[in-house]
């Protein structure tokens, strides 16, 4: 402490008792106040003006800095479209960040990390953030782009290493498999999990021997998720017990005046004992297990599917989403597109068992049966959000409902306010910039302030630039 | 219902409004009028330092008005109603901006949006009485001139007494604080300070009353470990102004920090106040409600040529009763301007004359200093060898990073490690992670207030 701190040290000491400081005070101070008719407060206006430039505050200790964010595959958002991003992200009833990210990835953009950072565990983000979740986790940063292997494998985050390992599948399904059955069993259980997950996509008859091996795993989850992929690749289940229990629960019968076609129907449930436990079933059995219990082929049991009873059809649906073929998913999607009234809402378990491709096949009937809110068109693209052009998005019946919700005398209504909401930002999420644009316009048109909140995500995405989603 | 003068003078809530409304409808006083899809806006420069933003709907009438009128709608909006009707064009079209396209948000939310009244009643009411100007009044007897000039003397003497016999109260009042122990008056801060700020009102001190009834809000909001230092600090102060204001007490500087600042209009009728025409950025903004029942609107902008001065505050301020009122700009904000100061040693305080677009966006000027003795506070030191009665200034510093000490503690740490500053708040986690070019912000001697930075990712907004 030099003179000056020390002197100011002492005066303070004294003021905070009470009485004359002017004899604590620094001789040289001394003189310039001695012939002030108050030179005490003479002195505390000089020692308030040495605390404020005479003593610089010193941290204690060194100060810890941040490593530095590591700079994304894709550049930052333009500055315009910042305000409307963090917005939309702060949105309690929008879609969260994750459709947008992956939107604005779509577009050659990422988020500028002063609007939004991931946090550790965060899930389901675009490949191009696993530098931030790393950083978010602390870890030291990997090479950039470097491939996930066996050696490598214990300096990769778990989250980021999901994500490798995700992409190496898509390229090097066999590669990907052999990861697995290395690496998975020094795994714990909600990690072997998810790696094994990682299987469904191209799921083979190359992986049946090693999730044969799953069936002693330690994990029931595991266990569970090994005999559901085996089961659609046409592996029984042991499950005799429990298909058997849950086929008593469906009868076959003809319907039908004149064509008499068989069909598979829920029995009368008397209980809600009875429909919990058919819904318990329904989770655990396998569709093949269900359909050998009634004596049909897993592609008769689809064809044959009465859709009386809502609860029932969901849980086949959600049966069909954990175990059924690649084929029987998709003519059980035919058959559900091809109800008098459609539920396209109800879609969104199959859509997850389908490909890139076949999401792209699916859509056009799933936008022709979407009379609501394009819920479920937004379930079907997956990912690729920002992709569909107006032809394709004008199929759709809830367009045209939604357009006559826009109108004045229809906005005062609350319910509907939050169904033109949401419709509104699903197809944000949806169009691709040249239909984003069109549609703003024609909302707009139907009544709409262009400045509406509710019109925020077609008028983000038609201000993202880049290329359209292919 | 079409919006026309008819509805306008119905919507007035009385004859008096649409005579002061009257008053606005020339373009000089709106620096900005636009249009888009049904919604019209403008910008009013009133007597305040920020110009009021004013909004309406023309399909259901519904408004929005930054000013703190309680007459509902305010001269603003019907100002602008007025002029749109009766001449559209100069409403060019524009994308809406932010503060409307919030205002229409948050109109949504509210069953049946609009205030507008239902049943607008036109009665007592006509703009043509509005619009008739005042006659001109007689020509003033030379005698009553004398006697005006000569009340307006004494006021001003009385007003100089009234006030130096308030700050002798204030020094003994400190004097007292010293002898009987600042412990405490620190146990009793509020209470303390709330008393001798009452007798600075009667004693005419309102703006010193003002700053002594804020003490404790300041000092709160410090570890208990600095309260001492910055009480000393605090008192030092008003001594110091006291005495400028007793060696010159006709300086407008001194009498703006005791009594009252100058009205606009005096400020921009006065040939001796400093007017500076460059670039500016809005830095940032700081809004603080007050004990007397004000709320206070800090507007902070950077001069983007390097010249001086290098800062500008346009500060407002309204009843905090006139409730939420929406920022004139946008933090990041660039534009030409005039900006007239209020005459002070260090010019800082100021209000816009005149405000144009810039033709594309400036870079911050480099920080630094003329003198090379690499001091980022430099400014700061300047403020207070020029005003020592300057609580703060704005300082402009060189690249660094932020860093932080155990138990969480934020700083701002220069790249070369020669100086550190202590943060009054801590910035978000994520820009702990920047480079940070320069950075602007409120340094009082013992904290800085950050206000804005330019950083390897871009500028940063640090004013939330």
């Known amino acids: 402490m030099d003179e000056s701190e020390a002197g100011i040290a002492a005066l303070c000491g004294r003021w905070m008792v009470g009485g004359e400081a002017i004899g604590a005070c620094p001789p040289g101070w001394r003189d310039l106040v001695e012939g002030d008719p108050a030179p005490e ?47 939309l992200v ?15 990835a779509a577009r050659g953009r990422s988020a500028h990390p002063a609007d939004w950072m991931p946090r550790a565990g965060d899930e389901g983000l675009p490949g191009l953030y696993a530098p931030w979740l790393g950083y978010q986790a602390g870890a030291a940063p990997a090479a950039e782009f470097e491939d996930l292997t066996a050696a490598n494998w214990d300096d990769w985050l778990p989250s980021a290493r999901v994500a490798a390992l995700a992409g190496l599948r898509r390229r090097d399904p066999a590669a990907a498999l052999a990861l697995v059955e290395a690496r998975a069993s020094t795994e714990p259980a909600e990690r072997r999990v998810r790696l094994v997950e990682v299987l469904q996509d191209g799921l083979s008859e190359a992986d049946a021997a090693f999730l044969q091996t799953l069936r002693a795993d330690r994990s029931a989850r595991l266990r569970s998720l090994a005999a559901r992929l085996l089961a659609r690749l046409g592996h029984p289940a042991e499950e005799a017990e429990a298909a058997a229990e849950l086929g008593g629960f469906f009868e076959r019968q003809r319907a039908g005046i004149l064509s008499r076609r068989e069909v598979v129907a829920p029995i009368r449930l008397k209980t809600g004992a009875q429909r919990a436990r058919r819904a318990e079933l329904m989770g655990s059995v396998t569709l093949a297990g269900l359909a050998g219990a009634l004596e049909l082929s897993p592609a ?56 890139p491709e076949a999401r792209r ?81 024609r909302f707009v048109e139907a009544g709409l302030a262009a400045a509406d909140p509710m019109l925020a995500m077609l008028a983000f995405n038609a201000a993202l630039e880049g290329s359209e989603n292919p | 219902m079409a919006l026309t003068l008819d509805v306008v003078t119905a919507m007035s809530p009385d004859q008096g409004s649409l005579a002061a409304a009257s008053k606005l409808t020339r373009a000089a006083k709106w620096p900005l009028r636009a249009r888009s899809d049904g919604l019209v806006w403008g910008e009013c420069q009133g007597s305040g330092a920020n110009p009021y933003r004013v909004v309406f709907d023309e399909a259901d009438h519904g408004y929005k008005c930054t000013c703190p009128s309680r007459k509902f709608p305010c001269k603003h909006v019907l100002a602008l109603m007025w002029m749109f009707v009766e001449d559209p064009a100069p409403f060019g079209a524009a994308a809406v901006p932010d503060w409307v396209g919030d205002w229409l948000g948050r109109r949504r939310k509210v069953a049946g949006g609009g205030n507008a009244p239902a049943q607008p009643d036109a009665a007592g009411k006509s703009l043509t009485a509005a619009r008739e100007t005042e006659p001109e009044p007689a020509p003033e007897d030379p005698k009553a001139g004398e006697r005006r000039r000569a009340a307006a003397v004494k006021r001003a003497a009385e007003t100089r007494q009234a006030i130096a016999a308030a700050l002798d109260e204030l020094d003994q009042w400190i004097a007292d604080q010293l002898r009987t122990g600042l412990a405490g008056l620190l146990s009793d801060l509020t209470g303390r300070c709330r008393a001798i700020a009452a007798r600075l009102v009667d004693g005419k001190a309102a703006t010193l009353a003002g700053w002594v009834d804020e003490i404790p809000a300041r000092l709160l909001a410090l570890p208990g470990e600095d ?94 009763s006139a409730g939420r009122r929406g920022s004139a700009f946008a933090t990041g904000e660039q534009f030409e301007a ?39 506070l430099k400014g700061f030191v300047e403020a207070q060898q020029r005003a020592p009665w300057t609580r703060a200034a704005p300082v402009l ?68």
């Open chain 2, 338 to 376: 005039e900006l007239v100061f209020y005459p002070a040693a260090q010019p800082l305080r100021a209000v816009i004359a005149e405000r144009a677009s810039l033709d594309g966006p400036r870079p911050w000027p480099v920080p630094g200093d003329s003198d090379g003795n690499g001091d980022p």
């Open chain 1, 41 to 87: 407060l003479a002195l505390l206006a000089i020692a308030g003006q040495a605390v404020q430039l005479l003593l610089r505050p010193v941290p204690p200790a060194a100060l810890a800095q941040a490593r530095p964010i590591p700079p994304l595959a894709l550049p930052t958002l333009p500055e315009a479209l910042r305000a409307p991003f963090r917005r």
């Open chain 1, 90 to 104: 702060s949105n309690r009833s929008g879609p969260g960040p994750v459709p947008i990210l992956a939107l604005m």
């Open chain 2, 227 to 320: 309260r001492p230092e910055a009480l000393v600090s605090e008192l030092g102060k008003l001594v110091l102004l006291a005495r400028a204001w007793r060696a010159a007490p006709d300086a407008p500087e001194l009498t703006r920090n005791i009594a009252a600042a100058e009205t606009r209009e005096a400020l921009l009728q006065d040939a001796a106040a400093p007017r500076l025409r460059a670039a500016w950025e809005v830095l940032g903004e700081q809004i603080a409600t007050r004990r007397d029942g004000l709320v206070s609107q800090a507007t902070w902008l950077l001069n983007l040529d390097g010249g001086t001065p290098a800062f500008a505050l346009l500060l407002d301020f309204f009843p905090a």
């Open chain 1, 361 to 441: 096949k699916t859509l056009p009937p799933v936008l022709a049966a979407d009379n609501e809110t394009f819920t479920a068109s937004l379930a079907c693209v997956g990912s690729a959000y920002g992709g569909v052009v107006l032809d394709a998005l004008s199929m759709a019946p809830a367009l045209d409902r939604l357009e006559g919700l826009a109108s004045a005398d229809a906005r005062g209504e609350r319910s509907q306010d939050m169904v033109l909401d949401t419709g509104l930002t699903n197809l944000g999420l949806l169009a691709d910039a040249t239909a984003a644009r069109a549609l703003l316009a």
């Open chain 2, 397 to 464: 510093l060189p690249p660094g990073r932020f860093g932080s000490l155990p138990g969480g503690r934020t700083w701002w740490g220069s790249t070369d490690g020669a100086h550190t500053l202590p943060l009054a708040s801590p910035p978000a986690e994520a820009l702990h992670g920047m480079a940070l070019e320069a950075t602007a912000g409120i340094w009082d001697g013992r904290r800085l207030v950050l206000l804005a930075a330019q950083s390897d990712w871009g500028r940063l907004a640090l004013d939330g």
């Open chain 1, 300 to 355: 008769a049991l689809v064809a044959e599917w009465d859709f009386a009873d809502p609860q029932a059809d969901e849980g086949l649906i959600a049966m069909a989403a954990a175990s059924a073929s690649d084929d029987c998913i998709l003519a059980l999607l035919e058959r559900l597109l091809d109800l008098a009234q459609p539920r396209p809402a109800a879609l969104a378990p199959l859509f997850e068992r389908l490909g």
